[in-house]
T-cell receptor, first 114, second 111 residues
């Protein structure tokens, strides 16, 4: 069964450093999402991406965040200058298309900012 | 914007008993309500979903009910098993777009 994959599973970085989190969505999916889950809290929407542009972003998704689909398979989330409060699990999700609602989530990347 | 509340935050049941988790939402435009199960160290896995034109949906031991008037929906798990132990999240969405999740319920099924 196709699934969303994410790399790395765990990323440790120093405050102020840039990180890139990678996702490979399910191959025939057209809508892509990033969510964040701070330890012990609920999953929060960050950004949605369709047709090579951002569809919607939350207030969390400020100028230090960016997303990109550099080729036909990868979907990346970049954090330019990490802060301690960026430490969280980051989940990528994908959805087939406009007539289907189901989002499939990847296993997540645990980001630890020291 | 949409706000989703979820109760209880923790739930312990004996194996074989039923478990019920309830969620409320605020935006009457929301029309898609998925339930996700999250096991330790893993991403959320969809277990069942319901759309606003349906009042109830069942899949083996799992069922979801939706009351649009009251803006609440519930997850029902019957004949619980130890492997049902996990954190369960409800979510609300308009047409499958940006999910707003509830805070989660930690379900423990005691053998």
């Amino acid at each position: 069964e196709p699934e969303v994959t994410q790399t790395p599973s765990h990323q440790v970085t120093q405050m102020g450093q840039e990180v890139i989190l990678r996702c490979v969505p399910i191959s025939n999916h057209l809508y892509f999402y990033w969510y964040r889950q701070i330890l012990g809290q609920k999953v929060e929407f960050l950004v949605s991406f369709y047709n090579n542009e951002i569809s919607e972003k939350s207030e969390i998704f400020d100028d230090q965040f960016s997303v990109e689909r550099p080729d036909g398979s990868n979907f990346t989330l970049k954090i330019r200058s990490t802060k301690l409060e960026d430490s969280a699990m980051y989940f990528c999700a994908s959805r087939v298309g406009p007539i289907t609602d189901t989002q499939y989530f990847g296993p997540g990347t645990r980001l630890t900012v020291l | 914007g949409e706000n989703v509340e979820q109760h209880p935050s923790t739930l312990s049941v004996q194996e074989g008993d039923s478990a019920v988790i309830k969620c409320t939402y605020s935006d009457s435009a929301s029309n898609y309500f998925p339930w996700y199960k999250q096991e330790l160290g893993k991403g959320p896995q969809l277990i069942i979903d319901i759309r606003s034109n349906v009042g109830e949906k069942k899949d083996q031991r799992i069922a979801v009910t939706l009351n649009k008037t009251a803006k609440h929906f519930s997850l029902h798990i019957t004949e619980t098993q130890p492997e049902d132990s996990a954190v369960y999240f409800c979510a609300a969405s308009i047409n499958g777009q940006n999910f707003v999740f509830g805070p989660g319920t930690r379900l423990s099924v005691l053998p």
